[in-house]
């Protein structure tokens, strides 16, 4: 199977990285239709990259992520119509930051991230996706929980760990029958 998918995913990464912006140290990649540079997507490409083996690259958008994150531990969802902070798009961030932490170590921007994230849990579980998004969305309790989890495994972090269980719960509440609403 990975003889399969690995030469796959080595096509779909050469098409993107026809949309990567390299400022020496930085990269990023450039929305080919909004012309706006999402965190998300940047995120996503990286923790790909790190597995596929491009280090490199994977270390220059980690530089361009640090570099936009907010002084309260954030990114932001940038969107055609919104730019704003948000606990979803800091769980991604943050967990492509963990993916990279052996080739590109960074625990201050990753601190910020969690202390970020933990203090969006408006409830047992229940993280608030941003100021503008308030209902409770469960792949935004799932996501930040994952990060959380992810973060309290590395760094051997408790509090991080609870709120990751608690947010696995929150979700696992919601399921009926083997299903989610």
Request: proline letters at 4%.
């Amino acid at each position: 199977m990975q003889n399969r998918v690995e030469p796959l995913i080595s096509q779909i990464l050469n098409e993107v990285r026809q949309h990567i912006i390299v400022e020496e140290k930085a990269a990023y990649i450039l929305d080919p239709l909004y012309g706006i540079v999402r965190n998300r997507v940047n995120a996503e490409v990286c923790k790909t990259m790190v597995r596929m083996g491009d280090h490199s690259m994977a270390e220059k958008i980690i530089t361009s992520l640090i570099r936009n994150q907010n002084d309260d531990g954030s990114w932001n969802e940038i969107h055609p119509n919104y730019n704003q902070p948000s606990a979803l798009i800091t769980s991604f961030a943050g967990d492509a930051l963990l993916s990279a932490y052996e080739i590109c170590p960074a625990e201050k921007s990753l601190q910020m991230a969690r202390d970020y994230i933990l203090s969006q849990e408006t409830e047992p579980g229940r993280f608030l996706k941003s100021s503008h998004y308030t209902a409770d969305h469960l792949n935004v309790d799932a996501s930040c929980g994952a990060f959380l989890a992810h973060y309290g495994t590395k760094f051997s972090d408790d509090k991080s760990l609870e709120a990751a269980e608690r947010a696995a719960l929150r979700v696992c509440d919601h399921q009926t029958g083997g299903f989610y609403p």
